[in-house]
């Protein structure tokens, strides 16, 4: 693909490429001069195992709207980001079953809603320098065996990292805000590490978290959500600050092991 500038933006349903889901495409290039590769371009490209990026791309989808760029590449296992991207667009990598590892670029600093949902294979990532936002979804699903977070970080979404696997977080003091179901049935999950200036635990966010069996909370947290440890059946004790004022219901729910709090 050659040209210079923003290539032409489609639309899932119903104004896909002329190539989508052919399944005799294994290879793509994208030559220089390409700046921002446009939604939907290879949704569908189901045995397409390599794609070259130039260095001239500074975005993969349109700021603002859902890219799709790379759905469905499902037997895509890696890929090289150029040094220069700026932008990854909502669902960029969703549903590609088969890509491993992912290094994302340090001028990307959030990552978007649903990125790399539904990568059932992805167990590594490396995540940029200068990331402040991770948004809904954009994990879940994942096979992450380990996530290293930046100093920079600012806060996590819905769903974030719903489905992981990793045995063990450790949140940086720069995260304010932690959403719901941020760590759901994350059940390797046995260590979490909470931000110090952290006000709020928010409905749900380690429900089902079956291997969980330490967390400190901080001494700024003011409120627990409902359904916060739902089910993380391996949670012997826990501490609650008395700057929490606010405990919400079934908080505990299903906590068997839960002897001392």
């Given at each position: 693909i050659s040209g210079v500038g923003e290539m032409r933006e489609?639309?899932?349903?119903?104004?896909?490429?002329?190539?989508?889901?052919?399944?005799?495409?294994?290879?793509?290039?994208?030559?220089?001069?390409?700046?921002?590769?446009?939604?939907?371009?290879?949704?569908?490209?189901?045995?397409?195992?390599?794609?070259?990026?130039?260095?001239?791309?500074?975005?993969?989808?349109?700021?603002?709207?859902?890219?799709?760029?790379?759905?469905?590449?499902?037997?895509?296992?890696?890929?090289?980001?150029?040094?220069?991207?700026?932008?990854?667009?909502?669902?960029?990598?969703?549903?590609?079953?088969?890509?491993?590892?992912?290094?994302?670029?340090?001028?990307?600093?959030?990552?978007?809603?649903?990125?790399?949902?539904?990568c059932h294979a992805l167990e590594e990532v490396t995540l940029p320098a200068n990331l402040e936002h991770i948004y809904y979804g954009a994990f879940n699903g994942a096979a992450l065996k380990e996530i290293s977070f930046p100093e920079t970080l600012k806060s996590i979404g819905n769903y974030a990292f719903a489905h992981c696997r990793f045995a063990e977080v450790v949140i940086p003091s720069s995260v304010t805000q932690i959403g719901s179901y941020a760590f759901f049935d994350c059940q390797n999950l046995t260590s979490v590490q909470l931000p110090e200036n952290l006000t709020s635990i928010q409905p749900s966010t380690f429900l089902g978290c079956i291997a969980l069996k330490s967390i400190d909370l901080p001494d700024t947290l003011s409120s627990i959500g409902d359904y916060a440890f739902q089910f993380c059946s391996s949670l012997e004790n826990l501490t609650i600050p008395p700057s929490v004022t606010s405990l919400g219901s079934c908080v505990f729910w299903n906590c068997d092991s839960l002897n001392e709090l």
């Open positions: 489609y639309k899932k349903g119903y104004m896909l490429p002329p190539w989508c889901s052919r399944h005799d495409i294994h290879t793509v290039i994208v030559e220089e001069g390409i700046t921002q590769i446009g939604s939907t371009a290879f949704y569908g490209l189901k045995n397409a195992t390599t794609f070259s990026l130039p260095n001239s791309l500074v975005s993969i989808g349109r700021d603002g709207f859902a890219s799709y760029v790379f759905e469905r590449c499902e037997n895509l296992e890696t890929i090289t980001l150029p040094d220069n991207l700026m932008h990854l667009g909502d669902n960029a990598f969703q549903e590609c079953f088969s890509l491993k590892s992912i290094r994302i670029p340090d001028g990307i600093t959030s990552i978007e809603s649903d990125v790399f949902s539904s």
